[in-house]
């Protein structure tokens, strides 16, 4: 049961740039976390935020979240060449076992 | 850090093979996951296990199987693997529900 979308499926851009990818998922949420993955490699905890909170730092990544919207964005600053990944939204549900529930996933690519 | 330990990077089966892929967690963690990655499709959930003995079946179960005899070691078995389970699986665990999950780093299974 896919939850989260991101959007775009896939963004270019040059390093120094800022990266916005967005998540959308349907039903309400316990959290939702923002993972990355190097090319072929397992995927990277970055950052979680729950669903009392609207705004999250952690260094040069800022997240929001509207659960009005049932959206949240993942900013990146500053991007670096390093910064090139698959980046994934996961959401945690608030009835039963709450485990994560992962969307596509969206393809970054930091060109230097 | 905590540290998941997947057994094989890659593995090449052939059709009908019994196939099992472990994972080793080494930090106590309660819960374990077993996810499929598809291009396109994301993460899919197979199961997962939240104490040791106990396993629940996640969103695509069918043709898989898992043992949680000890609470660091969480194994996905394939009774009789097929060319359709061509993917990377990714093992995963948590402390607690609500935190975020530490993944290993996949194990890319071809079938043929």
């Known amino acids: 049961s896919q939850q989260g979308e991101e959007d775009p499926q896939a963004l270019s851009i040059q390093e120094g740039e800022n990266a916005t990818m967005n998540c959308s998922y349907k039903?309400?949420?316990?959290?939702l976390q923002w993972y990355r993955q190097n090319s072929g490699r397992g995927l990277v905890h970055l950052i979680l935020?729950?669903?009392?909170?609207r705004e999250k730092h952690s260094g040069r990544l800022r997240v929001t979240l509207d659960t009005s919207k049932k959206s949240s964005s993942l900013l990146i600053t500053a991007s670096r060449a390093a910064d090139t990944a698959s980046y994934f939204c996961?959401?945690?549900?608030?009835?039963?076992?709450?485990?994560?529930?992962f969307g596509t996933g969206t393809r970054l690519l930091v060109s230097p | 850090d905590v540290k998941v330990t997947q057994s094989s990077r890659y593995l090449v089966k052939r059709t009908g093979e019994k196939v099992f892929l472990e994972c080793v967690q080494d930090?106590?963690?309660?819960?374990m996951f077993w996810y499929r990655q598809d291009p396109g499709l994301g993460l899919r959930l197979i199961y997962f296990?939240?104490?040791?003995?106990?396993?629940e079946k996640g969103d695509i179960p069918e043709g898989y199987s898992v043992s949680r005899e000890k609470k660091e070691r969480f194994s996905l078995i394939l009774e009789s693997a097929s060319t359709n389970q061509t993917s990377m699986y990714l093992c995963?665990?948590?402390?607690?529900?609500?935190?975020?999950?530490?993944f290993g780093s996949g194990t890319r299974l071809t079938v043929v």
């Open positions: 296990s939240y104490d040791v003995k106990m396993k």
């Open positions: 996961a959401t945690e549900g608030n009835t039963g076992f709450q485990k994560l529930v």
């Open positions: 039903t309400s949420i316990n959290n």
């Open positions: 995963a665990s948590s402390l607690h529900q609500g935190g975020g999950y530490t």
């Open positions: 930090m106590d963690h309660e819960n």
């Open positions: 935020i729950r669903s009392n909170e």
